[in-house]
């Protein structure tokens, strides 16, 4: 059940745990997405991180500053965004070191 976030950069955003016994988990980390997400990388060792997965929904007017995640990981890890579905104002915006950046 997702649920208002309170202490968070994000404001208007839903967010609830993925159990790790849940059919959406069993999807989201299976071989198939993790080969397609090394081939997309470029990465042939990326393995799943154990970072909890998260649902969240962003609602009318949703918003967050720009920021710099930090990294929880040595090296570095890659975070994915997989959206199923954007009917709200929101957009998703990223920079990366070299320039590069993009909307969605």
């Not at 208007?12 to 071989?31: D, K, P």
Request: overall charge negative; glycine content about 10%; aromatic content about 8%.
């Amino acid at each position: 059940r997702l649920r208002r976030e309170k202490a968070s950069l994000a404001t208007g955003r839903a967010c609830a745990a993925i159990a790790v016994t849940s059919q959406t988990y069993a999807a989201l980390s299976s071989g198939a997405v993790l080969e397609k997400l090394r081939a997309l990388t470029g990465d042939a060792t990326l393995v799943a991180g154990d970072f909890p997965m998260e649902a969240r929904s962003y609602g009318a007017g949703a918003a967050m500053d720009w920021h710099s995640d930090v990294a929880l990981y040595e090296p570095a890890q890659w975070e994915v965004i997989y959206t199923l579905e954007n009917t709200s104002d929101s957009r998703t915006e990223w920079m990366v070191d070299d320039g590069g950046g993009g909307v969605a």
